[in-house]
């Protein structure tokens, strides 16, 4: 039986305009908190975008993004599978982040995921920036991990301007470099747009990171290739990231580095559905930007794939 103190608030008991949202109406529990101990899923803010370099404004997502999920409910539409009952899962917050200094900001997330790690929580984490991914994978990798990667950019660049090496374009080459993931079981899916050149195309090739462009991913389909994607990672443990602009803008403007010719909204969710019984270690949902989401829907759609990614994370493996 569940437990009632990590019932979400039903929209039947208080409208869902109303109240002070958390993830999913769900009980806010910080670290030091009384029942921290108790929570096997954690749904973490991570209001940071100092690894931006296009247009700014994931620092705003996870506020957005708690206002925009209190429109979800306790029930999968397909699977029926009803999370809040399988596992404890709360808010726990925030990462406090240091606006001024992106070191001192990875430090500061890396130290907060690794509490949730030693406490035996797994996070599932709202964006931020997709920098933002090193200092949690840091955190909670105690041994290389796969990856299934949804995006529509490798984020495997060496640098940016000259030398910089920690941007939003770089986190997963350095996460690879600091063995922090495993490269041949790395699968990036939907990877489009125009190239600066093939630096990270090559570097991909050279340690065994899989790329599924997104040409490959319509002409394959969706189960096709989250089967393959499976195959890839089989029962090694793993971490999920997934980038709004896998989706196309036509769905989710609201984001810093848009890439047309996407999924749409179904897709978006379908490549979730596929990711049941995986050792999912951790997950996120990045790069929401509310200055460019005027209608709001892109959090929408945000949200909705952060409530396919915990049904996937509360499934029993397979």
């Known amino acids: 039986m569940s437990d009632p103190f990590f019932t979400p608030v039903s929209g039947f008991d208080l409208p869902r305009f109303a109240g002070v949202p958390t993830f999913m109406r769900l009980p806010y529990v910080p670290p030091g908190h009384e029942r921290f101990g108790d929570v096997q899923i954690g749904l973490v803010g991570a209001p940071w975008d100092s690894g931006t370099t296009n247009r700014p404004g994931p620092r705003h997502g996870p506020r957005q993004l708690r206002d925009a999920s209190t429109m979800i409910r306790a029930e999968h539409p397909v699977s029926h599978v009803r999370p809040f009952e399988i596992a404890r899962c709360a808010d726990v917050g ?102 600066y050149d093939r630096e990270d195309r090559d570097f991909a090739d050279s340690v065994g990171v899989r790329i599924i462009t997104i040409e490959e991913f319509f002409d394959r389909g969706v189960a096709d290739v989250m089967a393959e994607a499976r195959q890839i990672v089989g029962t090694h443990p793993i971490y999920v990231s997934y980038d709004i602009d896998f989706v196309d803008p036509t769905f989710a403007p609201g984001t810093g580095t848009p890439e047309v010719g996407g999924p749409n909204s179904f897709q978006a969710l379908e490549v979730c559905r596929h990711l049941g019984g995986l050792d999912i270690r951790g997950a996120d949902l990045v790069e929401v930007s509310p200055p460019f989401d005027a209608s709001g829907g892109t959090a929408f759609l945000g949200v909705s794939v952060m409530f396919e990614l915990l049904c996937a994370m509360v499934a029993p493996a397979s």
């Open 94 to 195: 925030d990462v406090g982040p240091n606006p001024a200094s992106i070191p001192d900001s990875l430090d500061r997330m890396s130290a907060f995921y690794t509490g949730l790690r030693e406490a035996g929580i797994r996070p599932l984490t709202a964006g931020g920036d997709h920098l933002c991914s090193l200092p949690i994978l840091r955190g909670i990798a105690d041994q290389p991990l796969g990856m299934i990667h949804f995006d529509s950019h490798t984020d495997l660049f060496h640098s940016y301007f000259g030398g910089e090496m920690y941007t939003h374009g770089t986190p997963f080459r350095r996460a690879i470099e600091e063995g922090l993931l495993d490269p041949t079981k790395v699968v990036q899916i939907g990877i489009r747009g125009t190239m």
